[in-house]
């Protein structure tokens, strides 16, 4: 994927909504290609994780104790959890399909963070609504 194509494809995912051209830029270069075959676990409960994905194509299943929580898609990204309180991985996450996706590392997440609040704001949307889902499936 080539740069101008990284930038574009990021714009497309809620998590940067808001972000300039020159903020997805350095998104965009600061974003590691990776591709996983089908059924394989990219994220394992319980492990500490210092990564997220984005995911660019392919489908995911979010498992947790063994209980499928749900699915991703194109766009969604997962994994950030442990990269903002350094805490054990709250779910697995095994690939139904040929994924490729864009893995971001902590410190370089942290990074964009602290300089770009756009991104900050979009994140603890994201958080606040998937929290509310976990709440809603419990209750």
Known sequence: MLPIDRIAFLQNVPLFAGMTSQELLRVAEIVKEVNFPSDTMIIREDDVGDYMFILVDGEVLIHRGGAQVGKL???????????????????????????????????????????????????????????????????
């Open 73 to 139: 898609r194109s766009k969604d990204f997962f994994g950030e959890m442990s990269i903002l309180d350094r805490g054990p991985r709250s779910a697995s996450v095994t690939t139904l399909s040929n994924c490729q996706l864009l893995q971001i590392d902590e410190r370089d997440f942290w990074q964009i963070l602290v300089l770009h609040n756009t991104l900050a704001v979009s994140l603890v949307k994201v958080l606040a609504q998937r929290l509310r889902q976990m709440l809603a499936s419990a209750g």
